[in-house]
């Protein structure tokens, strides 16, 4: 009797250990991750994804947007980790990127962009840089739109893929915050000593709303060197952005002020920048 009562015991034990093993897993809330799918083309793609993620250890749901681009997981704590998940899509024929990591877009002025023909060449080319979601041709206003990871690309990756290609990619946009505005500055053709270039000034308040009602000038001067500011008005040209012309008259380093005033407000925003011979 004594070892039928002891074994009984054990027996619920066991029985109450599982149960309470059971318990505590149904308390401990499920990890949610978030994955881009870069590569989904049509409705065949989602269930290998699925497919792919399912078969890692810890998984519990898998559900795979084709319109989304986006792969949502759950799983348990601990058991798996984001890489896993990235290389298992990997190795399914994808891209997958964190949905949390951050995210940056740049458009760049490529001076030699003609036709369609070109886009043919830059897409395939710069989305295959790591960290490149997604990169898009505007031919007609010779631009290059790159949607990309920060902490895996570099502005530097994307304009010298550009010019292996054959392209000639003008720098980024200058930016500065004065006031309430938003003031960014593009300059092309690349400026050089004596050639005239465009001066694209865009301005945006403190909501990145466009400020289409402002008097625009720009001064060029050569700090430290005494000299004469060559100044010229910057015109209107709708949703914020106000062109002129000018030139850089000698080599080194010049000042460019952009001198603001919208209904009274007056504001400078100043930008340094080094000017070749050629």
Known sequence: ???????????????????????????????????????????????????????????????????????YVESEPGKVTTEQMIQAVDQAGFKAFPAEENFSEITLKVENIKGPEDELKIKPALEKIEGVRKALVNAEKKEVFVDYLKDKVTVQQLTHTLTKLGYTPLPPPLTTQVGDFLVALEIHPKPIKDQEVHFDVILQNSDGKP??????????????????????????????QYIGKGKFSMEGKWRIAVRINQGGQRKIANFDMEVPEK
């Open 1 to 71: 009797m004594k070892t039928r009562g002891i074994f009984s015991a054990l027996i619920l034990f066991l029985i109450g250990s599982f149960v309470l093993q059971n318990m505590v897993a149904a308390d401990v809330p499920l990890q949610k991750t978030v994955l881009k799918i870069q590569g989904m083309v049509c409705e065949s793609c989602p269930p290998k994804i699925k497919k792919a993620l399912e078969g890692l250890e810890g998984v519990k749901k898998v559900e795979v947007s084709l319109e989304k681009a986006e792969a």
């Open 211 to 240: 400020v289409s009602d402002a008097e625009v000038q720009v001064d060029l001067s050569m700090p430290g060197m005494t000299m004469d500011e060559m100044r010229f008005k910057a015109e209107p040209a709708g949703e914020g």
